[in-house]
């Protein structure tokens, strides 16, 4: 077990810390952009609230409003004009993970000679991530993807349907304010994707990671336990913020870097639902929740003692020597039931994707992540016709 | 649920991970304070090997040796002076958790007006702890007090045979090189000990913590359940590189702050093993050792329940309602059989410690630390008596 971490956002957490936002980013800078997303924060009163501390503690603030569902290229571009044009010198980011992705990118892209693009990593030779970005403060409105807290953030070129990544450790947020009220108002639909987001953050390292992590299995397996137990009950009542803080908490630490340590996992379940939500308007959350169980069916062929230790320790399967290989189908199908028990999506119909693009979606995976044998890396690596075939398991 | 959190100590975690030293340091400074304990590690050649690696980086090396298992006050007054004598800019604490507090210390001692003593947490009106400190790297040579990525130091008056503690933003190390290689060498009982370190910093928080914390639950019971996996075979066969690195994973983790989180938990199992520490020549963890059950008999009568739960997760008693009493019972049982099984003592006799001054810990335990009723901190708080009261039961 060799790595090395350091994760030096600054947790502030808890319902009510959104009142401690000017104090909070007063310490960063002084002109602040503030990146918001398609509008719920302005109908929750959230927007208003968010001014009104940063103006009380000194902070001026111009705004890039209407960062999308998929963050595209084009609107990191546009706030980062924003900020250079009113000389901001911090960025704050309410909303949900496309807003904070698109500011981290923005408050890199400040500085950044050349194309943003260039930082992404999207199968081009010499990627050139960022090392200098302006001070994030990140303001989740919807726990799912974890970006509050950590270095990495999703963008699509929408000239040419890629979505892919970028991780650096300049995108470290200086501060992430988690104040768990502001889920409230996520209706049910989108707070089950989170659950599933944050679920599927853990069971790509669980999952795909190399062997001799038992501190990490054991991790894992407890958040995934804690988004089984109260996610349900965020979903079936919104206005329970116990529940919304603990789904929150766990959201929080399934991508902040403990889960994962060490693991060096590819996240071929990830880089397969990019393609997918590049391609159509479809929530990542909702089409992480097909595409997460039918990858597991096919990774469990080759790996069942691993697919058996979740079934055991997550679902409490029983299960006797010799019999890992039915264990772990009956951990996947119960793993499936709970994503339809909280009202996802399991079939890539329910998102009005079809099979005509099956293998456009495969060879874009493959430009996005690939080993030196062109595969997906995962366990196991996966073929081009692999990953169709577990989209086709899907349909 | 309400916390603030933030460790910004870089984690450099490996076998092999010894050689990166020098390039390490050099980051931070060029005149190093290299801080050893009482000689293990230039038996081991270890010692050398560091001293090579900073020279090569072009370091200058200052040295201060014999640093006691309890570390006093007065060394680190003498470290700091050989700090300051020699201009050094970066402090290298090269050993055990002794070693390690002390260098904390030391760093900011250097900067520090007045008696280092006032930094320390010890029961006066105003505590004064320190807000600037030389830049720290830690070297683990031993898997226990987690100190190695954390802010907390624990030193010894001697003078007042006074044991306590200081935590402070400035003491974070700025890098922890964890080596596991260099625990190799740890004899069976010193392993142990650390074991049962490491695990008690996990229950003060699990057990001692405010209800509401599911994750932080299921996170502690995973690094106990690792440490008691792994832990026996570190003890068994210290050449046991795996089992070596999965015990001093748990050991950074046990008490980084991960684990807990927002459980707003007094420790007041350490807080009663150090006044025996204080008194005695005991290594801690066999201290905690023999109080930590001693005191879970005494706590699991206010809180059944939780109890239960630690013996379900950990210990996989199967506990039907209204059973939980027994079920306590039953996990401690098996809690104290674990640690008697790695070789660590779980009686006051076997660390030659007598029922004279009983009394005397009580006081000196609720000294350090009281609530305004002058009880100890903890779920339930203890008085004096009840603190005679647990030392007693484990004779």
């Not at 990542?284 to 691993?306: D, I, Q, T």
């Not at 020597?321 to 329910?350: K, M, Y």
Request: proline residues 6%; neutral net charge; aromatic residues 6%.
């Amino acid at each position: 077990m060799k790595f090395e971490f350091q994760n030096p956002t600054r947790l502030v957490f808890g319902a009510g810390s959104l009142a401690r936002l000017g104090e909070t980013v007063r310490a960063q800078g002084k002109r602040a952009l503030l990146v918001t997303g398609g509008g719920s924060v302005k109908r929750t009163g959230v927007f208003d609230r968010a001014v009104a501390s940063l103006k009380e503690a000194g902070v001026s603030v111009a705004e890039c409003a209407g960062v999308e569902p998929n963050p595209r290229l084009s609107t990191v571009v546009r706030g980062a004009r924003i900020a250079r044009d009113n000389g901001c010198d911090v960025i704050v980011a309410l909303g949900g993970g496309s807003t904070m992705d698109a500011s981290k990118v923005m408050a890199a892209a400040v500085f950044y000679e050349g194309d943003p693009w260039d930082m992404i990593f999207h199968g081009q030779e010499k990627p050139r991530p960022p090392t200098r970005a302006l001070p994030i403060v990140t303001v989740p409105t919807l726990a799912a993807t974890g970006s509050e807290m950590n270095s990495g953030a999703v963008i699509t070129d929408e000239k040419t349907t890629i979505k892919s990544f970028v991780r650096a450790d300049c995108l470290y947020p200086r501060v992430a304010l988690v104040d768990p009220e502001l889920t409230m108002t996520v209706p049910p639909d989108q707070t089950a994707y989170g659950v599933c987001d944050l679920i599927t953050h853990v069971t790509e390292g669980y999952l795909n990671g190399v062997d001799g992590t038992p501190l990490q299995d054991r991790w894992a397996e407890g958040t995934i336990l804690t988004a089984i137990e109260w996610g349900p009950k965020a979903v079936a009542n919104g206005r329970d913020v116990e529940a919304r803080a603990q789904v929150q908490g766990a959201s929080v630490v399934a991508l902040n870097g403990w889960v994962q340590i060490a693991t060096n996992a590819g996240f071929p379940v990830h880089t397969i639902e990019h393609t997918l939500s590049a391609h159509h308007d479809v929530a990542h959350g909702a089409g992480l929740a097909v595409v997460n169980p039918a990858w597991m069916r096919f990774a469990a062929k080759s790996r069942p003692a691993r697919f058996a230790q979740f079934a055991e320790r997550v679902f409490g399967v029983a299960c006797r020597p010799g019999e890992e290989a039915s264990c772990a189908r009956e951990g996947i199908d119960r793993f499936e039931a709970f994503l339809r028990s909280i009202g996802c999506p399991t079939r890539l119909s329910q998102l009005e994707i079809g099979d005509d693009k099956l293998q456009q979606y495969a060879r874009d995976a493959l430009r996005i992540a690939h080993d030196q044998q062109g595969r997906l890396p995962g366990r196991p690596p996966m073929t081009e016709q692999d990953i169709v075939e577990v989209l086709r398991s899907a349909l």
